[in-house]
Nanobody, 124 residues
Framework: EVQLVESGGGLVQAGGSLRLSCAAS????????IGWFRQVPGKEREAISC????????YYTDSVKGRFTISSDNAKNTVYLEMGSLKPEDTAVYFC?????????????????WGQGTQVTVSS
């Protein structure tokens, strides 16, 4: 059974940092990617960043490039999202998901396996 468990969300002031973790189990990470997505009420879920378990290829959406860094510890089946220079518009529920491991140069497409989400709130 695929399981994805996020942790690390919270409240932070603008300009601050947070690190999110996604602990994954039930699948072979080397065959997939894991991605971070976020959603605010009334809007569609947005792909933020993904990383291939096969070769470490990464994807970032334009709004977080240079501020967020995705990484993985394959031995622990855990993916991290280091978020820096946070802005109020980064406020959202952040989810990790199993993702398609190809085409990460241009997009990150999730499979229908999601964590429960973790709230990130950035105050101004």
């Amino acid at each position: 059974e695929v399981q994805l468990v996020e942790s690390g969300g919270g409240l932070v002031q603008a300009g601050g940092s947070l690190r999110l973790s996604c602990a994954a189990s039930g699948f072979t990470f080397a065959r997939y990617a894991i991605g971070w997505f976020r959603q605010v009420p009334g809007k569609e879920r947005e792909a933020i960043s993904c990383i291939s378990g096969k070769d470490g290829t990464t994807y970032y959406t334009d709004s977080v490039k240079g501020r967020f860094t995705i990484s993985s510890d394959n031995a622990k089946n855990t993916v991290y999202l280091e978020m820096g220079s946070l802005k109020p518009e980064d406020t959202a529920v952040y989810f990790c998901a199993l993702a398609v491991p190809y085409g990460l140069a241009i997009q990150c497409i999730p499979y229908d396996y999601w964590g429960q989400g973790t709230q990130v709130t950035v105050s101004s």
